[in-house]
Structures are given as structure tokens and as C-alpha cells.
């Protein structure tokens, strides 16, 4: 296995996003250089790689956050350059960021009710809850009284409220507790069998593992190589060396 060969980028079978020769900027200065790779019906795929290497940035740029940008982006083979934030939302895509943008004021249930429903299939309040059973005990709740792992699973809530089975998860594990780790990693494991298409930005290598069917290096602002569960396990020692963890 070589981190030096160019990824393949042919379309897969049953894929639902492709990338393409994705260069993003902010202002002038240019986070990502040619990023290649697609997204299966009902994968989990992280981005792996340093902080910095173009990870978020490739996120945001899927979801129109970032607007200056050339390449391609193709969802369900609508292109998505070009597009503003809420035309992708509608379009079934939901993005987490890092920093969860909780609204601090609001109770748990009224952050769960304020996003708008995008697309059918969307889960109600009961669902919800089931899912989520942590935010069922605190619904009355401020945002700024949760702890940092009910932040995470309000922000992943909110997302699936409004209809989305595409998902952008962006470092959903930064700052937890071991054992809330753990949690999170049975709820994205459980939304994965109920057929959500997920891509989750990870820092925590154990955390990805765990979870994915595929696994994205990035390097620089590029894909430097694309890896199945059982690759990553065959040549664990090379990738932690060339991720610097």
C-alpha cells in the first residue's frame, strides 16, 4: 500500500456523492487542491488526516458554506458548486459542525423544534427522544446547562428533525469524556442501520475505526488515499506514522 498513489476516483456502484477536482478557497488563500472521492448509498465514510489538512474545509465546501470553489460536486447527480446553504439542505444534506451551534438560550426542545422540516421522513419529537433519551430527560433544559456530550447529540438531533439522510458530521467526539465517546459511536452506528448515508471528519482514530466502511486520507487540501476497514487494520502502524498520532 503506497500513500504516494493517486486514488482512484472511478464512480462506485450505488454512489450518491462525487467529488471531483474540488478546489476550495478562503479569500485568497486556497485550502483544498484537487480533492477526489464519492460517498455510497448508505456508507459511512470518514476524512481522515492532520489538523489542517483540508478536512472541515471539504465539508463546508460540500454544503456551500464555502463559496469560492471550482471542481465538481455531485449529489445524486445534481451539481452542487454553486448552490447556496439552504438549496443543499433542502436537497437532503445535513451538516453538524464542530462547534454544534447550540442556540444557548433555548430549552432542548425548542432547539430540537426551531430548524424547519426540508424533506419528508423527517423524525418526530418521539422519535427523537427514543433516539436520544439523554435529551429526553433534559428537554427543559438550557443549552448552556448540557453538558458537552448532550450539545453533540442535540446538534445531531437537530439535523435529523428536519428530514436529512445524507449527513456531515464534523469532529463529533472532540472534547468528550471516553464513556460519551462510546455513546456517540452507538448512535452513528445506529442511524447507519437505519440507512443514513453519513461522512464523518474525525480526529480520533480509534473513534473511526469503529465506525467506518471507508476511510479518506487527506493530506495538504488532497486525497492521498482511499482505505476499506480491513486495509486500515492490515497497515495500522504506516498510517498512525503518516497521520502523526
Given at each position: 500500500m503506497s500513500f504516494e498513489k493517486a486514488p482512484t476516483t472511478a464512480?462506485?456502484?450505488g454512489a450518491v456523492l462525487r467529488v471531483e477536482n474540488l478546489s476550495?478557497?478562503?479569500a485568497e488563500s486556497k485550502a483544498l487542491h484537487g480533492m477526489n472521492f464519492d460517498v455510497r448509498e448508505g456508507e459511512l465514510l470518514t476524512l481522515i488526516g492532520r489538523n489542517g489538512a483540508g478536512k472541515t474545509t471539504t465539508l463546508r465546501s460540500i454544503m456551500g458554506i464555502v463559496r469560492k470553489r471550482t471542481g465538481s460536486i455531485k449529489f445524486k447527480g445534481d451539481e452542487l458548486i454553486g448552490r447556496r446553504v439552504y438549496e443543499v439542505a433542502r436537497k437532503g444534506v445535513g451538516y453538524c459542525p464542530e462547534e454544534r451551534a447550540i442556540f444557548s438560550s433555548l430549552s432542548?426542545?425548542?432547539?430540537?423544534?426551531?430548524?424547519?422540516?426540508l424533506q419528508k421522513g423527517g423524525m418526530s419529537d418521539e422519535e427523537l427522544f427514543?433516539?436520544?433519551?439523554?435529551?429526553l430527560r433534559?428537554?427543559?433544559?438550557?443549552?448552556?446547562?448540557?453538558?458537552?456530550?448532550e450539545q453533540q447529540m442535540l446538534a445531531i438531533a437537530r439535523i435529523l428533525r428536519n428530514g436529512s439522510r445524507f449527513l456531515l458530521l464534523d469532529e463529533p467526539s472532540e472534547g468528550l469524556a471516553p464513556v460519551v465517546v462510546k455513546e456517540i459511536a452507538e448512535i452513528i452506528l445506529r442511524?447507519?442501520?437505519?440507512g443514513f448515508t453519513i461522512i464523518l471528519v474525525e480526529q480520533n482514530l480509534r473513534f473511526a475505526r469503529r465506525v467506518a466502511d471507508r476511510h479518506v486520507i487527506v493530506e495538504h487540501g488532497k486525497v492521498v488515499d482511499i482505505l476499506n476497514a480491513a486495509e486500515l487494520e492490515a497497515d495500522m502502524d504506516r498510517v498512525q506514522t503518516y497521520l502523526g498520532v
Amino acid at each position: 500500500m503506497s500513500f504516494e498513489k493517486a486514488p482512484t476516483t472511478a464512480m462506485q456502484s450505488g454512489a450518491v456523492l462525487r467529488v471531483e477536482n474540488l478546489s476550495a478557497w478562503y479569500a485568497e488563500s486556497k485550502a483544498l487542491h484537487g480533492m477526489n472521492f464519492d460517498v455510497r448509498e448508505g456508507e459511512l465514510l470518514t476524512l481522515i488526516g492532520r489538523n489542517g489538512a483540508g478536512k472541515t474545509t471539504t465539508l463546508r465546501s460540500i454544503m456551500g458554506i464555502v463559496r469560492k470553489r471550482t471542481g465538481s460536486i455531485k449529489f445524486k447527480g445534481d451539481e452542487l458548486i454553486g448552490r447556496r446553504v439552504y438549496e443543499v439542505a433542502r436537497k437532503g444534506v445535513g451538516y453538524c459542525p464542530e462547534e454544534r451551534a447550540i442556540f444557548s438560550s433555548l430549552s432542548v426542545r425548542e432547539n430540537l423544534t426551531l430548524p424547519p422540516v426540508l424533506q419528508k421522513g423527517g423524525m418526530s419529537d418521539e422519535e427523537l427522544f427514543k433516539t436520544f433519551p439523554n435529551l429526553l430527560r433534559r428537554a427543559g433544559s438550557q443549552g448552556t446547562k448540557l453538558s458537552g456530550g448532550e450539545q453533540q447529540m442535540l446538534a445531531i438531533a437537530r439535523i435529523l428533525r428536519n428530514g436529512s439522510r445524507f449527513l456531515l458530521l464534523d469532529e463529533p467526539s472532540e472534547g468528550l469524556a471516553p464513556v460519551v465517546v462510546k455513546e456517540i459511536a452507538e448512535i452513528i452506528l445506529r442511524l447507519k442501520t437505519q440507512g443514513f448515508t453519513i461522512i464523518l471528519v474525525e480526529q480520533n482514530l480509534r473513534f473511526a475505526r469503529r465506525v467506518a466502511d471507508r476511510h479518506v486520507i487527506v493530506e495538504h487540501g488532497k486525497v492521498v488515499d482511499i482505505l476499506n476497514a480491513a486495509e486500515l487494520e492490515a497497515d495500522m502502524d504506516r498510517v498512525q506514522t503518516y497521520l502523526g498520532v
